[in-house]
């Protein structure tokens, strides 16, 4: 005899489930566990992990490592922000503040490099348009993301979590050189 | 005068200090409605950046205010309302403490009153989440913090209200699923307002300059409450689901067993939700963020797939013993489809599985976070689960709480019948849009993605502009459905036609009731059960069978398209 939710069933309801209802059930289930191992596997074989090299940083540590980077590699400047090419396989700084990312950094196409993210002042957010990877940025942590720029092109970096009135100002770039570009470059020098 | 009346639709006898706080809560939760509303239509007008309506400085207010309107406000008054409800009526039990409701009601006031002067003062602009170290005037968070505490006593109030009614026998045999359902979102609400405490007390005493409160310990907390009252949101969604299935066409529970396992399994895992919002985040490791993310290997999925199963199956079972067995969809096609309470219904399931849940899972992967954190992609989902889900299913059950509870007729009865469908195909539109938009990287809680005053000006494709269009005139269209429902509940509840002492000649006069109240679906009798002849191997529900079996394959679609889109990009780690 079937219920409404309303009604009150008699005082033991632990009782057999229909065949059709259990089979949805164990469906579900599966579903559930292909969805958890897909996470491990993906650190395993997949290329995009949020996982990086991850400590807390005192602010004024960090802007003092964002500026000894910028002297020691500082190529030019770019719309009053230093440019700034550090070597392939080394680390990169870049500083969020209330309302400006610095400094514009120049890649190069399929090298290794750590980018290291923090805040100056409030939660902020590294969205690099347009690909579309998104990072939260928070003061006193230091977020150590290994990337391999993929393809080169000018890219920019949208705060993309509100950190005052204005946020929307708050664009950065990056700009990523090809790799054969660089090489022929590198030739002709020698 | 006898503390109890004797509802002559649903013969349960009533409390009628049950029935004042039912009104009171709902009251004021329509008038955060009203005011997020308000605050809803600045917004959008402004986002859509043909008419970039405000200033930025006010752009940022006004979300605020949406945000802590509709998410704090609305919600959790109108889940008060649905407590005293699921308890004290549906158990024709007493409310033991009605002066405690009263001083909780007011507290719940007094703090959304100092809330909402510091937010229209701009002494608040720090959004909903109000990260620290954006800071806000102390009364900000001293108004959350009462308002919360009146929240938490209301939840008390409601254990209280069971206990003492199932002491004094107020109801035979065991709870009613419905009231079961309400009572683990009360659990859920016990563990979330305890976040909140945990979480704004220290950060009331900060604004002071009296401690420290660092950043990423906050967001952990704050989303210890953020995210898991979201899962209150779901459970008394999910209750009421299971109650306008009975009201309207007397939709049955296939198995009691598997529909209250389900919503434990929302109980268990509730403080891990806090994850999902922190998988980008610099202060937590690779396996705590998939552990968590996952709510102990996707239970709290598990969970709702369940329901998504079983509240369909047990609308589909409840009309086919009733009579409407042909065919595989033959219910839906029987189904009262002008009665605002069984549409929302449908639209609540529909839009809050295929667009909130789907989306919802996927964005809460760990990897496939990276290319959805903080773009138009999460208000995008939470729009298709905590409105067109959550919301949708409080405007239904409205319709049936006016007569019942208020005993009024529905005023503009025509205007509420379309309601559902005006609201449920704007937001459809709209949150569908928003989280189109957000795969190209348009940023949420932003005021010019033109970025016309920035030093550098990244360009969007063309193709943006016309989805954000797209979002515009489906928000209006739901704005739209979101007025007519104000304008209906409160010209109902303030001048609608009383109804009768008794429902003598309901039928007669009831042009402004759905039909649940003026028809209602006829008990069924042992008899119906053995009419119904088992049909085909998609078992007794087969139209349910065959609609959860095209969820999952959209489902499973969306997510490994999600994983494909990511694996394009740089690599990264």
């Known amino acids: ?190 | 005068m006898n503390p109890f009346r004797k509802c002559p639709t649903t013969g349960l006898q009533v409390h009628r200090t049950a029935d004042r706080l039912i009104k009171a809560n709902a009251v004021a939760a329509t008038v955060a409605l009203l005011i997020g509303g308000i605050a809803a239509v600045l917004v959008l007008l402004t986002r859509w950046e043909v008419v970039l309506l405000l200033e930025a400085e006010m752009f940022y207010r006004m979300l605020t205010v949406h945000g802590m309107n509709m998410l704090i406000f609305f919600i959790i008054f109108f889940e008060m309302a649905v407590l005293y409800f699921a308890s004290a009526v549906l158990l024709n039990a007493r409310v033991p403490a009605g002066r405690l409701g009263w001083v909780a009601f007011v507290l719940m006031v007094l703090g959304t009153l100092m809330v909402e002067w510091t937010m229209w003062t701009g002494r608040a602009d720090v959004l909903f989440t109000s990260y620290v170290p954006l800071r806000a005037h102390p009364l900000f968070y001293l108004g959350v913090i009462l308002f919360a505490v009146g929240a938490l006593t209301v939840v008390g109030h409601f254990f209280a209200i069971i206990t003492i009614a199932r002491r004094e026998k107020a109801y035979e045999g065991s709870l009613p699923l419905v009231t079961y359902g309400a009572l683990t979102a009360a659990a859920i609400a016990a563990v979330t307002l305890l976040h909140g405490a945990i979480i704004y007390i220290p950060t009331f005493l900060w604004s002071l300059d009296m401690m420290n409160v660092d950043p990423q310990v906050y967001r952990l907390v704050w989303w210890g409450l953020g995210h898991s009252s979201q899962q209150i949101n779901v459970a008394a969604m999910v209750a009421i689901w299971y109650l306008l299935g009975a009201l309207t066409v007397g939709a049955v529970v296939l198995n009691e067993k598997v529909s209250r396992t389900a919503f434990v399994l929302y109980v268990l895992f509730i403080s891990m939700a806090s994850a999902h919002h922190l998988l980008v985040d610099p202060g937590m490791g690779p396996s705590w963020k998939v552990w968590n993310t996952s709510y102990f290997m996707y239970m709290a999925v598990l969970a709702s797939m369940i329901h998504g199963f079983t509240v369909p199956a047990g609308t589909e079972l409840g009309m086919r013993l009733r009579g409407a067995a042909q065919g595989l969809f033959g219910w839906l096609k029987r189904a009262p489809w002008g009665d605002p309470g069984f549409s929302s219904l449908a639209f609540s399931i529909v839009v809050f599985g295929f667009v909130g849940g789907i989306t919802g899972v996927t964005f809460g992967t760990e990897q496939i976070n990276i290319i959805a954190h903080n773009t138009l992609r999460i208000p995008g989902h939470f729009h298709a689960t905590v409105v067109s889900g959550t919301a949708m299913a409080f405007m239904g059950i409205t319709y049936y709480v006016i007569p019942l509870i208020f005993r009024r007729e529905i005023a503009f009865y025509r205007l509420a019948k379309i309601q559902p469908y005006l609201f449920a195909a704007g937001m459809l539109v709209f949150s569908m849009a928003m989280t189109f938009a957000g795969t190209f990287g348009v940023p949420r809680r932003h005021w010019d993605i033109g970025f016309s005053q920035a030093l550098f000006r990244p360009e969007f494709s063309p193709a943006v502009n016309l989805i954000m269009g797209v979002m515009a005139v489906g928000g209006l269209v739901a704005i739209a459905g979101g007025a007519i429902y104000i304008v209906v509940t409160v010209t109902s509840v303030f001048f609608g036609r009383r109804m009768a002492a008794d429902d003598s000649g309901l039928g007669a006069t009831g042009r402004g009731l759905p039909p649940g109240i003026t028809s209602p679906p006829r008990p069924l009798v042992p008899e119906d059960a053995e009419a119904l002849k088992p049909s085909g191997r998609l078992g007794p529900v087969p139209g349910t069978m065959v609609l959860v079996f095209i969820f999952l394959v959209a489902f499973i679609t969306y997510y490994f398209v999600n994983w494909m889109l990511l694996s394009f990009l740089w690599e990264v780690g």
């Open chain 1, 1 to 190: 005899m079937y219920r409404t939710g309303i009604e009150p069933p008699e005082r033991v309801w632990w009782k057999k489930v229909g065949r059709h209802e259990k089979v949805w059930v164990w469906i579900a289930f599966a579903w559930c566990m292909v969805l958890f191992a897909m996470m491990p596997i993906w650190h395993l074989r997949g290329g995009q992990n949020p996982s990086g090299i991850r400590h807390r940083v005192d602010p004024a540590d960090f802007q003092a490592r964002v500026l000894e980077f910028v002297q020691e590699y500082q190529v030019g400047t770019d719309n009053g922000f230093p440019l700034v090419e550090p070597p392939p396989g080394g680390d990169v700084y870049l500083q969020a503040s209330q309302f400006a990312w610095v400094p514009v950094v120049r890649l190069r196409q399929g090298a290794e490099y750590t980018l290291h993210l923090s805040s100056l002042d409030v939660n902020h957010g590294f969205s690099l348009y347009p690909l579309n990877i998104n990072f939260q940025v928070v003061p006193g942590y230091d977020y150590g993301l290994r990337i391999v720029p993929n393809e080169p092109g000018e890219f920019h970096v949208m705060c993309n979590e509100f950190c005052g009135i204005g946020h929307h100002l708050m664009v950065g770039k990056i700009i990523v050189e090809p790799a054969d570009a660089v090489a022929d470059a590198e030739g002709g020098d020698r």
